[in-house]
């Protein structure tokens, strides 16, 4: 079982935070004016960013009362959330309707 350090868990709380922000982005003013599935996109994407980092807090604060299969269970089981999350945050981010969506509104 590796090591786990104080920025593994700063790292944790800032996806815990980033994924409430991201389930409550769609439902603001400013929100509502994004295409309909990057809200949809940004709602999906929070239950993974909030299990993903709840595990992580598992693996920090619990594993030295975990066995080592469950240890690894836990660490593959986030590995596997992070690609589709990261993935979706990338498209997001990247989608021409996202900017087109924010020049709309500027001008």
């Known amino acids: 079982m590796s ?6 868990a700063v790292r944790d709380g800032a996806v815990l935070l980033g ?3 991201l389930f409550i982005a769609p439902f603001t ?7 309909h599935w ?4 940004l709602w999906l994407s929070c239950p993974i960013a909030v299990a ?3 595990l992580g807090f598992t693996l920090a604060f619990g594993s030295l009362r975990l066995s080592q299969h469950t240890y690894y269970a836990i660490g593959h089981t986030k590995a596997v959330w992070a690609c589709p999350d ?14 087109s969506a924010a020049r709309k509104q500027r001008g």
């Open 38 to 41: 990057m809200r949809v996109a």
């Open 52 to 54: 993903w980092s709840f």
């Open 86 to 99: 990261s993935v979706d945050t990338c498209v997001m981010l990247l989608a021409p309707s996202a900017r």
């Open 29 to 35: 003013a400013r929100g509502r004016v994004a295409p």
């Open 3 to 8: 090591p786990h350090t104080p920025f593994d």
């Open 19 to 21: 994924g409430v922000v």
